[in-house]
């Protein structure tokens, strides 16, 4: 299934997406798509609705509705840094041994196509497609990676927006690079483990006012998604529907040379192979 929200921030309903043009709503079902509604299997309790309401050709139809984040304000979102080998070369860092965990405030989460916004105070603004997980039932200690794939509910597109020099120049502390207003645009909708045949063959790209930055492939992620899962699950215990951001491949602004910061009426335009894709539009600070 591809899980959606639609309608205004806030005020978004849960709906199914069919294709382009039509959707399922489940808003008389499920009142989001949140905490509750992973912790309790929501997943495979709402999958035959949608196939019933198929049949049945009780579809609607887009009508140019906002698209919001795909899932409702999650209780953490935590960032895997350096998860590919060329992107930790251009940030001059060494490949880790393990892998770097830091997070994201919960509500920097906005939808795929809203505004980021620069906070106050920034000079080097910065994007990172990548591959999100979502996590589908309460988790920890798990045994394996093989028993990561099941506690997984699916896989979306991020843009895991950074500000450098609150990153790296205000103490090394990466969180207060990454927590600004808007940084985490997620979506256009979130695919459920069943759709993707290989999560490690996913084309991946970004552009910045229509010049490619980015362009990669999940294949060559250092650790794969069921590895994260598996490894954070010994350090914390992972909540439905925690987001968990897995890392970018090169191409961000810091690697070039000389580096490139995203400024107020830049266009980015990002996606990932299945994910679906996202355009932001960045303005300047409050």
């Known amino acids: 299934m ?73 209780h953490q979102i935590l960032c895997v840094g350096l998860n590919y080998r060329d992107h930790a070369a251009e940030s001059g860092m060494p490949v880790p041994d393990e892998p770097i965990l830091f997070t994201k405030s919960p509500n920097t989460l906005v ?20 591959l999100g997980i979502v996590i589908g039932r309460r988790t920890s200690y798990l045994d394996s990676a093989a028993e990561a794939r099941e506690a997984i509910a699916g896989f979306l597109v991020v843009n895991d927006v950074s500000e450098r020099a609150f990153q790296l120049e205000r103490g090394g502390q990466w969180a207060k690079g990454k927590s600004a207003e808007t940084f985490n645009p997620a979506g256009p909708w979130l695919v ?32 794969d998604p069921y590895f994260i899962v598996h490894y954070l699950s010994q350090f914390l ?18 690697g070039l040379t000389p580096p490139v910061w995203l400024r107020p009426g830049d266009v980015m335009e990002l996606g990932i192979e299945r994910l679906g894709v996202q355009r932001q539009r960045v303005v300047g600070p409050r």
């Not at 069919?18 to 495979?44: A, C, K, N, P, R």
């Not at 505004?115 to 497609?129: A, H, L, Q």
């Open 237 to 254: 215990v992972l909540e439905p529907g925690d987001l968990i951001n897995t890392g970018t491949p090169p191409g961000v602004g810091m």
């Open 111 to 130: 939808g795929p196509n809203d505004d980021v916004r620069i906070p106050r105070g920034s000079t080097k603004p910065d994007w990172e497609v990548e």
């Open 192 to 223: 459920t483990t069943d759709e993707i045949d290989d999560v490690l063959a996913l084309d991946m790209c970004l552009d910045v006012n229509g010049v490619r930055r980015q362009t990669g492939n999940t294949r060559t992620m250092i650790f």
């Open 2 to 74: 591809f899980l959606m929200r639609i309608g205004a921030p806030g005020a978004e309903k849960p709906v199914a997406r069919i294709d382009d043009e039509t959707y399922v709503d489940l808003s008389d079902i499920v009142t989001d798509f949140d905490e509750e509604f992973f912790g309790t299997g929501g997943v495979d309790r709402v999958r035959p609705v949608v196939a019933d309401r198929v049949r049945a050709s009780e579809v609607s139809r887009f009508a140019g509705e906002r698209i919001g984040a795909p899932l409702a304000r999650p």
